[in-house]
C-alpha cells in the first residue's frame, strides 16, 4: 500500500489534479490486481480499496458528493 499524500484532492488517484474516469479506471486495475494497490484510493476510509471506493469515485466525478 502507497503513501497517504495529506495535499491531494479526495478521489485524484493519478494525482493529476482533478477526478474524472481515469480515477475510476486506476481503482478498477487496483481491485483487479494490474497495477499495485495505494491508500490513496481509499477514498471511503474502510482500510481497503474495494468497489465502495470506485463508487464514491463516481459520485464525486457526478458532484454527488
Not at 10 to 24: A, F, P, R, S
Request: negative net charge.
Amino acid at each position: 500500500v502507497g503513501e497517504y499524500q495529506a495535499d491531494c484532492i479526495l478521489g485524484d488517484v493519478n494525482n493529476d489534479g482533478k477526478v474524472d474516469v481515469t480515477d475510476i479506471n486506476q481503482v478498477v486495475n487496483m481491485i483487479l490486481g494490474k497495477v499495485a494497490t495505494d491508500r490513496i484510493a481509499d477514498v471511503s476510509g474502510d482500510g481497503k480499496v474495494d468497489v465502495t471506493d470506485v463508487n464514491d469515485i463516481v459520485n464525486i466525478v457526478l458532484g454527488k458528493r
